[in-house]
């Protein structure tokens, strides 16, 4: 049964380092769409209407009988993926830290070095690279609340007006 366990652990290894090396391409990527959402709002400095880095004020403007319940939905899906990366990405790395482990402690124990080494480095890597994609996704995740909440303070001045 442990030896069940063990081929079970070994086999997850390489999709949760695929995992991981996926996330923080993905980071990468969410961290240059946020900068050129903050260029189009530096260029389109005013959120009351509908302009280039103003994702929800833009729905609100194109959607005629949209409520601002339906709003938030459509902001917090905006938010969705980037938020799952933050929260998964870190847990892949710690898969990836204890999977390795188990042959370097066996390898220590025969005294093979090399062998600890080799289990050592994909355990560090990937616990590394996971949490600098867990890193930059709650980075651009708090960013974009932040904005996505300004835009929504804009909506219901507007809705209060009309």
Same mark, same amino acid.
């Given at each position: ?14 999709? /949760?380092?695929?995992?991981? *090396? ?13 900068? #050129? @959402?903050? &260029?189009?709002? $530096? ?7 509908? =302009?280039?880095?103003?994702?929800? @004020? $833009? *729905? ?5 009988? /949209?409520?601002? !319940?339906?709003?938030?939905? *459509? #902001?917090?899906? =905006? ?5 799952? /990366? ?24 025969? !005294? !093979? ?8 480095? /994909? ?11 867990? $890193? @930059?996704?709650? &980075?651009? #995740? $708090?960013?974009?609340?932040? &904005?996505?909440?300004?835009? @929504?303070?804009?909506?219901?001045? =507007?809705?209060?007006?009309?």
């Amino acid at each position: 049964m442990e030896n069940l366990a063990y081929q079970i652990s070994q086999i997850l290894l390489q999709p /949760v380092l695929i995992g991981i *090396y996926l996330s923080f391409v993905y980071a990468v990527i969410e961290v240059g769409r946020m900068a #050129a @959402l903050s &260029w189009l709002r $530096s260029q389109h400095a005013q959120p009351e209407q509908a =302009q280039p880095g103003y994702p929800i @004020l $833009s *729905y609100f403007k194109m959607q005629k009988q /949209v409520t601002l !319940n339906e709003i938030e939905v *459509y #902001a917090l899906r =905006q938010l969705e993926n980037v938020r799952i /990366v933050t929260r998964i990405t870190p847990m892949l790395g710690l898969i990836a830290t204890l999977i390795p482990m188990g042959p370097a402690l066996v390898a220590l124990q025969e !005294n !093979n070095t090399y062998a600890m080494g080799e289990h050592m480095a /994909v355990a560090f890597t990937a616990v590394t690279i996971s949490l600098a994609a867990a $890193s @930059l996704t709650f &980075w651009v #995740a $708090s960013i974009k609340k932040r &904005w996505f909440a300004e835009e @929504l303070v804009e909506i219901e001045k =507007q809705l209060g007006e009309g």
